[in-house]
């Protein structure tokens, strides 16, 4: 077994600030240790396969409060920011860390940095906030993100020196992909200089694709509000002779919100996912397919996700945040769907809703109020014990340390041969391969 | 006083089949005479002045179950139907009439017709429907419409031949102004014939700016949830820097649902309405003075009623339903704040929402359900009551019986020197007039 | 005309501090006369047949700015007290009161008395709030009290040496029918100290039953948080074999919530109300009506009302508020029905749901919220003018001047013969009498 | 690793009817090997410790659609009987099922047991009903049991005659401990008299307190739903002088609902489960610890898990389904803290809700919804296969095949020095221990 340990397909060690020395104040005497390890659970949780082949599997260092820890609370100034797009549950992370900084460790000087990275250069002249357990009392309750966010990098020296003249020892950042590469950045700038500041990020998607992570905060939430829409769209389509509902869900480079909403609502007949590609045109493609299906039922529903049939727009480079931009499939859809209905003679329309603003913005719903609330105390936790360079994960209901470097290699993807898409397939009864040629 | 309720400014008197002879088989036996009479409430209830000064008031027929009834509900066959977009409240509609014709009065041969006019076009090929208790039993709880729906005209003699043929007695239309128009043809046709077919209008119009019509369904349900996306909008603006928050609302010709929205959520700095003009530019014009809101705020919340600003755009002709194809005033607006935050180099973002399709197919809420439940029971006594041409309205918690030529002449709008848009001013603290010249 | 609308059957002219000669800040130039009055609606909005039979009428002066009002902004102190039960849309009056004084008429100083009259009484120590606009921007979105509430009277005298020793010019009182008492009490104790401090009221009652009341706030969220209870309890029912959904809802003296929630949700077999007494026992009593309801479908759905069937009770005296103390009907029901299932060997059960708690204490609905803002900002023009010893009421979407006295009279009820009633009589097929004697 | 796997702890090998035989008709060629087996994920997914010290760990065998299954579609007749309380999602888990068998693998015949294993006993004369996609298209719309519930026993040799006289092949029991010891008795049963039918379980469980499950459907749900009456209870607490919030929520013998519930929704101070005893007197119990807390900060909310406390209450035996008669402990603390309050002269007053069938009785949010949807699928797939006397269950994102008795030897409970419990500690900051003795 040891060996089986040890051979790891990709790098699990944590960084850390150094020998922790200072005992916690924990209250509740129930500590873990850094030898505690917890199995990967990959894409189904079948490693008893590579168990018996004895092959190498991979394990993580536990999350959990430790017995001694890094920073004293007294002399330890810690800040919170967060970055990228707004997702349900940024409020509720912020307000888990202020507690735990506060009332777990005793750590009271917690500042918030004011949208994003911009509030770590101070050219752009964002004051911290200072942040109290009375200050974030209610925050969970709204949606949005009290902090503010913004998209995009800013110069990595410029920002450590804000932390280093700031006096911060703990820096922990909620964001996606873009926000964990600064993250690194910022981190590895720390080390160069030696300086004694930890950096525990939050990983943060509300399409669920970071790797290495099994579930994001927010996702539930989304999935739960893009249902809403799902409802909508197929009253539409009912209520009309040939109504077609199209909704667009978010999902740059994986299909999870798409294919999850469509499965809790029960009545979409099309999921288009940026894992599976289709045609449009042809016998098998899917206007034909659509057409078909109109024509026999009266009304159809297609869910869509906004990374899915890329490969039907021009190249349009990248934005703000480094993110690759995607042409506009649901416009797309609608157009194309329109004409073909009318160049068929069939007599119909597309009712197209683009929910995203709504999704994202909205509270977090309890479930993912209580991983939040997770996610912040581990955090805490990590940042305490002078681990660094981190991000805190989950799966199987426990909770892991995770190098950032080894989460931001590349997405996470829909398994189009997994469990998820066949319940989908099964689900909606469309064709598995809608291409133009079989 | 009877001269006062004579000298009437329009047409109050309803039109009827005949004298009533059949004894209605009502079970509780609180009857409503024809000569009860409603005084119209007018803009804001002050009818007080004109009697005081003498000066004539309007009244209507009071709507309720008539002692004496003019259709045997033996050889009694009705119909419904519903054209239009969709609006909460639809089913509920249609579910009372259905339960009203057989349980208050025993008629047991109820039709739904297809999509709309559509379904009364047998070239179309729309069978109507079996509508029992059974069946319309859980419909209240869906959004969409049962029956369909669908717009524009169908040639009026063919319908009334369809009527004729399938010795329908009572026609239902649920619907906004165009059905309306469609209802009143349908009626005069039925008239010059000399068939004894009542035609009873429920208008229907998410917009509520139907004449004579104080309220109608589903206006409460759309305020209800555009206040949801007035959140949404809110927690956009709010979390990231110099946010502009945009939202456009259902309001083809008035400005209630804006107003209402505005006013419930509480956020917004800024409502426009059809019955408010406004300018974009100039240093009293809307950019100027959204610019500088944002930059003493950090953001701002608009919200835009969708016929608000058609000054900004050349005439587009008129579409199936014979109404006036409106400009994108969002898209509009998105991008001409963009322009001018780009122009005067203020780094910000506008996150537009625009929700009108979540807003119509959303399922009743209580208070529509209620409503909807009086207009359906308050349709089916007029209807077995001989009475036609009429439209059901409501005002003062009472039910009145209103002719269809009357609350078609024109339609009802906000009125800017009253107690509702002075509230919106005092909420949202945006200034009285957005002209370029004072 | 003119005589008619002297002779009033109850009192209408509201009490006043003095004449008006501060010119009011008002920004938009819409004020409202003295002289302005607004027609009674009565039960049902049928004044017309009085007017033809020129028997008197009854109208109200209009609520609403004056052009001139009686307290200078700039030296005037004013303070807000709710008293008793919850009920959703307490935090909206509160707000709307406070932004109104603020940027509406320029009143800086609002102080909030914490705990209802409680907070009058310096014995028990409680210190009044400081109430700005940005203290109370978001207490709209919370279910409870941000002041604080208490049941039952303090010493008039005492309160009002708090007031005077304070400065307060204007008291707003929002509470029901013993709140009510109190501000009259206040009222007669200024007037006959001859102080010149104002006493305005806003009705609150989620049972809906002030007299004069058209509507009172809370009641719209009442009626659609109860619809949940309906629906939990006709899942319950249907669940099981032979199961009764018992759900008991507020209505001490009126069964306003009942039947409107009732109507809403559309599965309710019986509405027990206080207006409309039943007996248990006896042919055509509840119970047996029930069994037999039961045995041929299965289930069935009781919604009851606190205050009904209270003949089935002893005395019992009457609580801190002075009103009477209810027999726990629910209760009662629920295990007479076990009872007499038992006895009839009917295997069945009942599922007995009490929401009130729930009820009453979330954030008010949209439509609440912007007539509670109407509420807030209409008694602040009262307030400013001078007007006392009057609430605020509505009806016919406007609002109007009750003196305080004329509303608190005796309750509201429900007429057992009105159009209300009758639907629900139709909406759930109940027997019209169940009594023992027909 | 091979002798690791073999050495298991629990009995995980599942039963089946034989070889399989017939190739499956599942369309997409994804098809799972008997061979595949999931590491169990204890309590905290810490296998590693296990696998590193060479102790046994446990998997078991993975759920999904196999190449070869054991029924001919065309000649199977399938029953689903679902029991005991309701529980969101039950619908949904019947409507997975009825689609899974019609449209994976062609199986039309599909019945729906009437009220639980009530409707299995012809004595009482309940025909089961016909069961189609068409049927049960929305029924997860709704709460409730669409089938119909009941708890307790039926005589096994009676049930297993009706099995066999209808032609069952598979046997869908959903329902929780109870059900489950009955199903394991008709597994045990059919094996005994030779008969070839399956038995599949899903398990049902809204206090998520089955062994060897990590989840159960509802559960997501029913936390959703008190977090609503955390929040009226804290609003009623907050609302009034010294008020106490009081909140019974499910849970006989295990306090996950409580736990989850109170941590989603932020304001508990006082979580009590059954797994943590504590004292009501002396100067560590809970009224003296409340008192305190009141005194201090005006307000407390407690939630109670309806099995904690019952040390305070004689044994009162059993119910119907052979559980435990529990005392009741929110009723009991209401009239204790009262109590104690009023003989230490606070002024305060208890608020206690008791939400359980509005709990229970809610359609399945989103989350519970696709859970349920897979559940159905695995359970079809398992049955197909012959595979019986097991139950669905899942974590780490699969699903597996548990043995019946394996699940059903004790309930699972929160563990007091694991993460869940900790996090509530964190967030209430409640003590550790609350006994009258250290």
């Known amino acids: 077994m040891q060996t089986v340990m040890l051979e790891m397909a990709i790098d ?48 993580f260092e536990a999350a959990g409060p430790r017995a001694d820890i890094f920073f004293d609370p007294a002399n330890t100034k810690a800040a919170i920011v967060n970055c990228g797009g707004l997702c349900p549950g940024l409020n509720d992370v912020v307000r888990a860390i202020v507690n735990g900084l506060y009332f777990t460790y005793g750590v009271k000087r917690v500042k918030g940095v004011r949208y994003g990275y911009a509030g770590l250069n101070p050219a752009l002249g964002l004051a911290m906030q200072e942040l109290t357990p009375e200050a974030v009392k209610d925050i969970h309750q709204d949606g949005g993100s009290f902090l503010g966010s913004s998209r995009g990098p800013q110069p990595v020296p410029v920002m450590v020196d804000t932390l280093d003249r700031e006096d911060i020892r703990i820096l922990f950042c909620i964001g996606g992909d873009g926000t964990l590469h600064g993250a690194e950045e910022i981190h590895q700038e720390i080390k160069k200089r030696g300086l004694r500041i930890s950096v525990v990020g939050v990983p943060k998607t509300i399409d669920n694709d970071i790797l290495l992570c099994a579930r994001t905060f927010g996702f539930d939430t989304a999935v739960g509000e893009a249902v809403e829409s799902l409802r909508c769209a197929h009253a ?72 899915a049939g890329q490969s039907l727009f021009p190249d349009s480079g990248r934005d703000a945040s480094g993110n690759k931009k995607l042409g506009d499939i649901g416009v797309l859809l609608r157009d194309r769907i329109g004409a073909h209905f009318k160049a068929r003679g069939l007599e119909g329309s597309v009712k197209y809703i683009d929910p995203s603003y709504i999704i994202r913005s909205v509270p977090a719903n309890p479930n993912d109020g209580v991983f939040c609330q997770f996610l912040g105390q581990q955090a805490v936790h990590a940042g305490m014990a002078g681990k660094t360079g981190l991000l805190i994960s989950s799966w199987a209901n426990t909770f892991v340390h995770v190098p950032i470097t080894s989460a931001i290699q590349r997405r996470k993807h829909l398994n189009p041969d997994g469990d998820l898409w066949r319940a989908v397939l099964e689900s909606t009864g469309q064709p598995e391969h809608m291409l133009e040629t079989p």
């Open 12 to 59: 699990t060690s944590v960084d850390s600030l150094g020998p922790c020395r200072v005992p916690s104040p924990y209250r509740y005497q129930r500590f873990t240790a850094d030898s505690e390890r917890v199995l990967y659970d990959g894409d189904a949780g079948r490693v008893s396969e590579r168990l018996r082949a004895a092959l190498p599997v991979t394990s």
């Open 236 to 307: 539409e389509a009912t209520g009309t002779m040939n109504g077609v509902g199209l909704v667009k869900l978010m999902g740059r480079e994986s299909g999870f919100v798409a294919a999850h909403a469509a499965l809790a609502e029960g009545d979409a007949n099309f999921v288009l996912v940026p894992e599976v590609p289709f045609a449009l045109e042809g016998p098998r493609g899917l206007l034909q397919v659509l057409e078909t299906r109109v024509r026999n039922r009266g009304h159809a529903l297609i869910v869509v996700a906004e990374g």
